[in-house]
């Protein structure tokens, strides 16, 4: 059976579905949910996250240049998405939800106590792309919940349950297939 020819369109998923916090001027914090976002240099540690202007969050980010990444998990999974579809001009996320916001290190935006990544980002270039403009920004700190950390100190992120985001719907990840490099492992 032949395949079908669609019209251009980003079928790149599932993508991981994250919740950026930022800070304004005055200290007023918002989440937004975000899945145009990525890894793009591992030195300097870089990221990106894509944001449409007209969203609440776009200013913040322009003015401030400053945010944080903060995973999404099974738990956070209905906080995800309504902070995708509800406005920080019409209601405060963090208190609508009974989330805990926490101070960085290295930037004014908080951290999302109940996520178990939180990335600290400065942004390092803006470029308008049409419907989104992306942010490219350099990761300043990472900060991982300690209690996905076993008896020698080893991250297991799989612990909380990271969800991504694929055509319109939220996904838990799943089973493990192998591990870097098992394809050529001596066996």
């Known amino acids: 059976m032949p395949k079908e020819i669609w019209k251009p369109g980003n079928m790149l998923y599932p993508l991981p579905v994250v919740m950026v916090s ?34 609440y969050s776009y200013p913040i980010l322009r003015e401030t240049g400053e945010f944080v990444i903060n995973l999404a ?12 579809v509800k406005s920080g001009r019409d209601v405060d996320k963090f208190e609508q939800l009974g989330l805990t916001p926490l101070s960085g290190d290295k930037v004014r935006a908080p951290l999302l106590k109940e996520s178990p990544v939180n990335i600290e980002c400065k942004v390092a270039q803006m470029t308008p792309l049409g419907s989104h403009h992306m942010f490219l ?44 490099g098992y394809s050529v492992k001596k066996r």
């Open 137 to 180: 920004a350099e990761v300043v700190a990472v900060h991982a919940d300690d209690k996905y950390m076993d008896s020698r100190h080893k991250f297991h992120l799989d612990k909380a349950e990271p969800i991504v985001y694929s055509h319109g719907a939220y996904f838990v990840c799943g089973e493990q297939l192998g591990t870097f």
């Open 22 to 55: 930022v800070a304004d001027r005055d200290g007023r914090y918002n989440l937004i949910t975000i899945a145009w976002t990525g890894t793009v240099c591992t030195n300097p540690p870089m990221v990106s996250i894509s944001v449409r202007p007209e969203r």
């Open 73 to 84: 998990t099974r738990e956070l999974a209905y906080a995800t998405d309504y902070c995708g």
